[in-house]
């Protein structure tokens, strides 16, 4: 694993990184807090990937499922529909990365939470002097949170602020965009990322990328922690078994 590791870091970054532009290097894992440290920290966007949660959303996994059946031999499934639900209506993304966007303005760890209610109490996320406070803050809590995790939020935050299309006239129709001066396409690129920012501020935008990375980061840190308390519980409970059966073995056990 050292080897691999190894490998995956210096071929990634750093002075000694092959110069190919940029990669997108996709990890899925059910064991976060398995990863290498080094890893992990090198990952900017993290995103839980929970499943299926609501009755839509199983009833849309199994219709995903059974329409390959259905499609091949019409009627073969024959099964009745659900009366007042559209199969795959519930799966509307743009719509569900808008509601994500408003819930993450509200930490869901205890200690994330608790850290930013302490910073408000002093600053508004209007303030940079917020942010700092609150990394620090952060930072005491969890003594891994590094400088590379702040980068990887600003990286957060700078594909949040250019993540848009260019407007359908503008690939279509040459002169809209590409035929325009230099400073002419600067200027619509602004106004366009102004645009998408659907009327939040930068500090509102910053804000909320900063809980997702911390509420994800504190999951990951209490997971490694239960984990471990399991651990030893399981011990704990093996070892008290053993010498329960010990006793009662040495209890039939024939005086010598």
């Given at each position: 694993m050292i080897e691999v590791v190894e490998?995956?870091?210096?071929?990634?970054?750093g002075a000694s990184a092959a110069k190919q532009g940029n990669r997108l290097?996709?990890?899925?894992?059910?064991?976060?807090?398995?990863?290498?440290?080094?890893?992990?920290?090198?990952?900017?966007?993290?995103?839980?990937?929970?499943?299926?949660t609501t009755v839509e959303d199983f009833l849309d996994q199994d219709y995903i499922w059974w329409q390959t059946y259905e499609t091949m031999v019409p009627g073969?499934?024959?099964?009745?529909?659900?009366?007042?639900?559209?199969?795959?209506?519930?799966?509307?993304?743009?719509?569900?990365?808008?509601?994500?966007?408003?819930?993450?303005s509200e930490a869901q760890v205890y200690k994330v939470k608790t850290i930013i209610e302490k910073t408000t109490q002093d600053h508004s996320i209007e303030e940079h002097l917020f942010f700092a406070r609150l990394f620090?803050?952060?930072?005491?809590?969890?003594?891994?949170?590094?400088?590379?995790?702040?980068?990887?939020?600003?990286?957060?935050?700078n594909t949040?602020?250019?993540d848009f299309d260019f407007p359908a006239d503008w690939m279509n129709d040459h002169a809209c965009f590409f035929a325009r001066s230099y400073d002419e396409k600067l200027?619509?690129?602004?106004?366009?990322?102004?645009?998408?920012?659907?009327?939040?501020?930068?500090?509102?935008i910053r804000?909320?990328?900063?809980?997702?990375?911390?509420?994800?980061?504190?999951?990951?840190?209490?997971?490694?922690?239960?984990?471990?308390?399991?651990?030893r519980l399981e011990e704990y409970r093996v070892e008290q078994e053993a010498r329960r059966r010990l006793a009662e073995i040495i209890a039939v056990s024939p005086a010598a």
């Open positions: 490998s995956f870091l210096v071929n990634t970054e290097i996709q990890i899925y894992t059910n064991l976060p807090e398995t990863l290498d440290k080094a890893v992990l920290s090198r990952i900017q966007k993290r995103s839980l990937l929970a499943g299926a073969f499934v024959d099964m009745g529909h659900p009366e007042e639900y559209e199969f795959m209506s519930a799966q509307d993304i743009m719509g569900q990365i808008n509601e994500r966007y408003d819930e993450q620090h803050h952060v930072k005491t809590e969890f003594p891994g949170f590094t400088s590379r995790d702040v980068r990887n939020i600003q990286t957060a935050v949040r602020l250019t200027n619509m690129l602004k106004e366009l990322m102004k645009a998408n920012m659907q009327g939040l501020s930068f500090a509102s804000f909320q990328e900063v809980v997702r990375y911390l509420d994800n980061m504190a999951m990951i840190v209490d997971k490694d922690f239960e984990n471990k308390v399991a651990q």
